[in-house]
């Protein structure tokens, strides 16, 4: 007989290590953001004085949740003690401060066709657009029941995933795109340039890979928010005279 996993089930031992672990992330690495570029240019932004009230007043405005940047960990880890349970811990970071409640979300229910758990990584959005000032750690936590029919787990970020073929066990990503917390004041080399790695020069194929770059003599099309998009803002001769995600 199948095994389908429910979200539900072991929810209260879920929910206390979920909340050990948010508050070692945010000790980590969510603080609140002091570079905050003040509220983000969306109508659907908590808390933003311009937006038009809902029509419930006690109704609290909600704000998404998207995929961290890039997962870099991912663990699955077996208690010793009856009943035992499949934990799988993941780590990763987000482009910026700000971002908040990391979970771990089943991609779909069931019993997957090649027996891996197909799990998302996924936080609350800033509500503010962000400063470029360095990648940020986050964490998360998801205990499986036992009897599941798993033999392995996999993390989805929005750039990469981390694939765990057998549990116990684990899988690890190095990271080495450019964070862009030291771009202000450097030239932006495009993608399109043949340019070699160079103190003072910032490559298009260095940075994460949703780029946007706005020059002195571009518009500015639409308001959607993404804060997993890095915006540069050019001068006349490339430099760069702001970093931010959005």
């Known amino acids: 007989m199948s095994v389908i996993f429910r979200r539900t089930a072991m929810f209260g031992f879920g929910a206390a290590l979920q909340a050990i672990w948010v508050g070692l992330a945010r000790a980590q ?3 609140p953001a002091a570079g905050a570029r003040g509220p983000a240019p969306s109508a659907d932004a908590a808390g933003a004085s311009q937006v038009v009230a809902p029509a419930v007043a006690s109704e609290a405005a909600t704000v998404p949740e998207l995929p961290v940047l890039y997962v870099t ?4 880890l077996r208690t010793a003690n009856e009943p035992r349970l499949d934990i799988v811990r993941a780590t990763g970071v987000t482009s910026s401060a700000g971002w908040s409640e990391p979970q771990l ?9 090649d027996d891996i758990l197909d799990l998302q990584f996924i936080a609350t959005i800033p ?3 962000e400063d470029a000032e360095g990648f940020s750690p986050i ?3 998801f205990p499986i029941e036992q009897g599941h029919p798993f033999k392995g787990v996999r993390v989805r970020a929005s750039e990469n995933a981390i694939e765990v073929k057998q549990t116990p066990g684990s899988g690890q ?5 450019d964070d862009c917390k030291d771009c202000v004041g450097k030239k932006f080399a495009a993608a399109t340039q043949t340019q070699l790695k160079q103190p003072g020069i910032i490559r298009e194929q260095d940075l994460p890979k949703l780029v946007r770059v706005i020059r002195p003599s571009d518009g500015m099309r639409g308001r959607e928010q993404n ?3 890095l915006t540069l803002v050019l001068s006349d001769d490339n430099t760069i005279v702001e970093a931010f995600w959005e």
């Open 73 to 76: 960990g991912v663990e699955v």
């Open 227 to 229: 804060p997993n998009r």
């Open 105 to 113: 979300v089943p991609t779909y229910a069931g019993k997957p066709s």
């Open 29 to 31: 690495g969510n603080p």
């Open 173 to 177: 990503a190095t990271i080495e795109v």
């Open 139 to 141: 964490g998360a936590i």
């Open 127 to 129: 509500e503010q657009s």
